[in-house]
């Protein structure tokens, strides 16, 4: 069972910067893809950003790719989404998912993560 807690959300002017904070707990952390997913109102949830705990592969959106990033501290149990040039179409919900050890990553598909944060509010004003 693996636990993940989001925080760093916030409202921001266009072209600002935010960094999200996905903290895990739980048994046997390392392996497991974590990413993190959207949702906008009426919106699918969509994925933007994933990496491999204990990893070095990243994988992105296109529609993020060159302003989000996507770090680990794997001695603290952190992943990171810095978020630079935001626009108002970033404006979401976004969550912190991860899979069972060695799970897809890179996919975005929401069946193959089977933990999920309670999410924190991102919104961007133009």
């Known amino acids: 069972q693996v636990q993940l807690v989001e925080s760093g959300g916030g409202s921001v002017q266009a072209g600002g910067s935010l960094r999200l904070s996905c903290a895990l707990s739980?048994?046997?952390?390392?392996?497991?893809?974590v990413a993190w997913f959207r949702q906008a109102p009426g919106k699918e949830r969509e994925g933007v950003a994933a990496?491999?705990?204990?990893?070095?592969?990243?994988y992105y959106a296109d529609s993020v790719k060159g302003r989000f990033t996507i770090s680990q501290d794997n001695a603290e149990n952190m992943v990171y989404l810095q978020m630079n040039s935001l626009r108002p179409e970033d404006t979401a919900m976004y969550y912190c998912?991860?899979?069972?050890?060695?799970?897809?990553?890179?996919?975005?598909?929401?069946?193959?993560?089977?933990?999920w944060g309670q999410g924190t509010q991102v919104t961007v004003s133009s």
């Open positions: 739980g048994y046997n952390t390392k392996g497991r893809c």
């Open positions: 998912a991860a899979t069972n050890p060695y799970g897809a990553c890179g996919g975005w598909r929401t069946a193959d993560f089977g933990y």
């Open positions: 990496a491999r705990l204990g990893g070095s592969s990243t």
